[in-house]
């Protein structure tokens, strides 16, 4: 790859990153092509070159963050054996998610993404991942018995989203890892389970 087509990617990136601010701040009626090229530190041209249109760009910025959100899960799921490390990498990923990329959570699992198709592709693809552990849960033994994965995979997936375009607003109210341990907690034991002292976290 030549310095050119490595600028050329930058510059991409920015357009995405930047994009993803003005689509989560303003929707994508609202968003104006002037002000991402602002954003990103280019011209209007430039931008052109990258994206044919502003409806073009939007449905990039989903793409990079479902692929991005999708292999973080994925990576968490193949990495760790043990349930509890698993659950906890995987909520210190989407923590991080929401906070080095707070525009495009909420754009692609919060709020700002409207009925885009990829927004919905994203949320039932982590639902799915979540409902294949429940149902494997309910056969090992170590879910709660009588549930319907589907209904509580669905009910984590937006508490999580909740708490997360919450916190993006107010960070001083509780640190990220302390954030992604508590998420844990709720995922693995549920608001009215208890934790044994072994499990219990500051």
């Known amino acids: 790859m030549t310095r050119r087509d490595d600028q050329k990617d930058e510059t991409r990136a920015r357009l995405v990153s ?9 929707g994508v009626d609202g968003a104006r092509i002037g002000d ?4 990103a530190g280019v011209a209007m041209g430039t931008l052109y070159t990258h994206f044919p249109d502003k409806d073009a760009l939007f449905d990039e910025v989903m793409r990079v963050g479902k692929e991005t959100v999708l292999a973080g899960l994925e990576l968490a ?4 054996a043990d349930r509890e490390q698993r659950d906890l990498v995987a909520m210190e990923g989407v923590v991080a998610f929401a906070q080095i990329h707070g525009p495009l959570f909420r754009l692609l699992l ?4 409207g009925d885009n198709p990829v927004r919905r592709e994203v949320i039932n693809a982590i639902t799915d991942i979540r409902i294949r552990e429940l149902r494997l849960g309910l056969e090992q033994g170590w879910a709660r018995q009588g549930q319907d994965p589907e209904f ?9 989203f909740h708490l997360l375009d919450w916190w993006l607003d107010n960070k001083d109210r509780i640190p990220a890892d302390t954030l992604a341990r508590r998420l844990s907690e709720v995922r693995r034991w549920g608001a009215e389970g208890r934790l044994d002292e072994d499990h219990r976290t500051s």
């Open 77 to 80: 799921q193949s990495t760790h």
């Open 36 to 39: 991402i090229a602002k954003v």
């Open 152 to 160: 509580t995979a669905r009910c984590e997936v937006g508490a999580v």
């Open 18 to 26: 930047a994009g993803a601010a003005i689509f989560a701040e303003k």
């Open 110 to 113: 919060s709020r700002g993404g």
